[in-house]
Structure formats: C-alpha cells, structure tokens
C-alpha cells in the first residue's frame, strides 16, 4: 500500500479560492462541484442571477448565494490547518514551512521537503556509523587475534624455560645424590 504524503504547498494550494488566491473563510460548492469563497462568488454575481464556473466554465443560475452548500470536508481540513499554526510547528530544519510531520528516528519537527532529505541524512549517518563500527570490530578482533597469539607463544616459551629449569634442577638434584651417597 503506497502512502501519499500532502506538501505544505499542496494543502495552502487546496484551502485557497482560486479566484482570489487567500485561504477559504466560508468555501461554498457550486452544482459543477467546484469550490469558491463566498465572497468572491458574491463578487462574480454583482448584478445577475447567473454564474459561469472559472475553472469548467459550466453556467449556473444561483438565486441566493448563502443557499449554496458549504464545502464542509475543506472548512474540516481549514480547521485541522488552522490548529497546525496555532500551535506554531515549524519545520526545525528550514524554519520556513509549516511542520506537517515529525521524524520518527528523532522527532524533530519537518515539512516533507525537508523530512525526506533528513530522513535521507539519518539513513547516511546510521550507514556511516555502522561502517565505523564494522571496522572497530575487526580491528579489535585483529588486535584480540594477536594478543591471543602473543600470549600462547609467552605461555610456550615460559612453559619451555620451566620445563628446562625443572630438568637442571632435576640434574642437579642427581648430581648432589650421587655426592651425598658416594
């Protein structure tokens, strides 16, 4: 299952009238199913019943404005917007746009521009340090490797010199029996 994530540029494009350009405060649906302020749709209509749609240009006789539906699932996502920069989240890496999201490795606060190139940073710092750590290891098991091998041959060559002191000692030990029993 893919999962589309809006841009901050999406969402301020889809709460915004497209004849004014500013935010909805009262989006009003016209029959063809767009989308318009109420106050631009008033502005359109000065002095006539009819209404051409500026985006299908369908035409559309309208009595009274104030009787057309609100676009409830848009006054919806004005109002989740408007909780957003109430709550002033910034995006922590630009400090530019709006926080949508947060990063799940660090929770910082982004947009989805800058999740994606953070998100790709993370991935090239957790990549690095387990580089980093790889080689650490096998240069501890290199130096584990070498110290084990240093001390085996300490242990051998001790070992040997132990056994050559205990023959002499042993030697010595007949050599002063033969004198003592001579």
């Known amino acids: 299952m893919t999962t589309a994530i809006c841009s901050y540029e999406n969402i301020r494009q889809i709460t915004?009238?497209?004849?004014?350009?500013?935010?909805?405060?009262?989006?009003?649906?016209?029959p063809c199913g767009h989308t318009f302020s109420i106050d631009c749709i008033r502005?359109?209509?000065?002095d006539t019943t009819i209404m051409a749609c500026s985006i299908c240009l369908a035409k559309h006789t309208i009595v009274?404005?104030?009787l057309?539906?609100?676009?409830?699932?848009?006054?919806?996502?004005?109002?989740?917007?408007?909780?957003d920069i109430v709550q002033n989240k910034q995006c922590a890496i630009c400090n530019v746009q709006p926080s949508i999201?947060?990063?799940a490795h660090c929770s910082r606060q982004a947009c989805v521009s800058c999740l994606e190139v953070h998100r790709q940073e993370v991935i090239s710092d957790i990549t690095r340090e387990t580089m980093e750590i790889?080689?650490?290891?096998?240069?501890?098991?290199l130096a584990l490797n070498q110290t084990s091998n240093d001390f085996r041959d300490q242990c051998d060559e001790t070992f040997q010199q132990a056994n050559k002191r205990f023959d002499e000692m042993q030697?010595?030990?007949?050599?002063?029996?033969?004198?003592?029993?001579?």
Do not use: G, Y
């Open 171 to 182: 030697k010595n030990l007949k050599l002063l029996n033969e004198r003592l029993c001579a």
């Open 16 to 30: 915004s009238c497209t004849v004014c350009n500013r935010t909805f405060k009262d989006p009003r649906i016209l």
């Open 43 to 46: 502005n359109t209509m000065l």
């Open 68 to 83: 057309l539906s609100q676009n409830v699932a848009l006054m919806q996502l004005l109002h989740i917007r408007k909780i």
């Open 101 to 103: 999201t947060s990063c």
């Open 64 to 66: 009274n404005v104030d």
């Open 134 to 141: 790889e080689r650490m290891s096998d240069e501890l098991k």
